[in-house]
C-alpha cells in the first residue's frame, strides 16, 4: 500500500489563486521531505527538501515567496503555490525517505496535477 | 554538475522482447542508484543499488551497478503490454538525500 499519501491529486483553478498540497507519511515519521516539479515529457526537477521544524531549503531558481513550504510536524509537508499563473501549470510530486540512515528508498505520493487558467 | 544521463530516450518494442535501459552518472557525493517506473502518475520504486555486480531481481525485472564505470543497468525480459511506461534513474546524494534524476526512457511495448 502507498506509504507518502499526497493531496488533492488535480486542481483546475484561476489565475491569482493560492494553491495548498499536502503530503503525508502514512506510518513512519518523516523529517525530510522532498517537492519536485514536472513538466510535460520531462523528468522529474527538484525544488526543495522541506525539513521539519526548519526553514526549507530551495534549490536555485526556485522562489521562496512563490513556493510556500511548512512543515510543521514529522508526516506532514505542505507546498503552497501563491497567486498561481499559468506558468506554475505542472505535475507536482512529494516524496519521503522511510528512515534516516539513507539506506531505504524513497516514496513518492500519487502528484498534484495544477492547472491554472 | 552532478549529472545522470539515460539512454536510449525511447524504445518502441513487440511483446516479448528483452530490453536493456542504460543509465550513467557522475555525481560527487554517491549514495546510491535507484530506479523508478512512471505511468501516468508518480514513480513507484522498483530498485535500490549500492553495491557494484551484485544483481537486483524482481521477477522479468534486473538490474546492477557498476560503480567504477559509474553506470547500471535495467533489463526487462519478455515484456508485456502493461510495462509500458517511463523508466527513471536517480542516483542519491550521500550527504542530502537529494536525488538527481535522469531524463527517463520512454519504454513502448506493442502487442
Known amino acids: 500500500g502507498a506509504v507518502v499519501s499526497q493531496h488533492p491529486s488535480r486542481v483546475i483553478c484561476k489565475s491569482g489563486t493560492s494553491v495548498k498540497i499536502e503530503c503525508r507519511s502514512l506510518?513512519?515519521?518523516?523529517?525530510?521531505m522532498f517537492w519536485y516539479r514536472q513538466f510535460p515529457k520531462q523528468s522529474l526537477m527538484l525544488m526543495a527538501t522541506?525539513?521539519?521544524?526548519?526553514?526549507?531549503?530551495?534549490e536555485q531558481g526556485v522562489e521562496k515567496d512563490k513556493f510556500l513550504i511548512n512543515h510543521a510536524s514529522l508526516t506532514l509537508s505542505t507546498l503552497t503555490v501563491t497567486s498561481a499563473h499559468p506558468e506554475d501549470s505542472s505535475f507536482y510530486i512529494c516524496?519521503?525517505?522511510?528512515?534516516?540512515?539513507?539506506?531505504?528508498?524513497?516514496?513518492f505520493g500519487d502528484g498534484t496535477r495544477l492547472s491554472i487558467l | 554538475e552532478d549529472k545522470v544521463v539515460q539512454s536510449p530516450l525511447s524504445l518502441v518494442v513487440h511483446e516479448g522482447d528483452t530490453v536493456t535501459l542504460n543509465c550513467s552518472y557522475e555525481v560527487t557525493n554517491f549514495r546510491s542508484l535507484l530506479w523508478y517506473k512512471q505511468e501516468k502518475k508518480a514513480p513507484t520504486f522498483l530498485f535500490m543499488l549500492t553495491s557494484s555486480g551484485i544483481e537486483k531481481k524482481s521477477g522479468r525485472l534486473s538490474s546492477i551497478l557498476d560503480k567504477k564505470e559509474l553506470f547500471s543497468i535495467l533489463n526487462i525480459t519478455a515484456t508485456q503490454t502493461g510495462d509500458s511506461a517511463v523508466y527513471l534513474c536517480a542516483v542519491a546524494d550521500y550527504n542530502t538525500d537529494k536525488l538527481i534524476f535522469g531524463t527517463g526512457t520512454r519504454l513502448q511495448v506493442f502487442p
Open positions: 522541506s525539513n521539519e521544524g526548519s526553514k526549507a531549503t530551495y
Open positions: 516524496s519521503a525517505p522511510i528512515g534516516t540512515d539513507g539506506n531505504q528508498p524513497q516514496h
Open positions: 506510518d513512519f515519521q518523516a523529517t525530510t
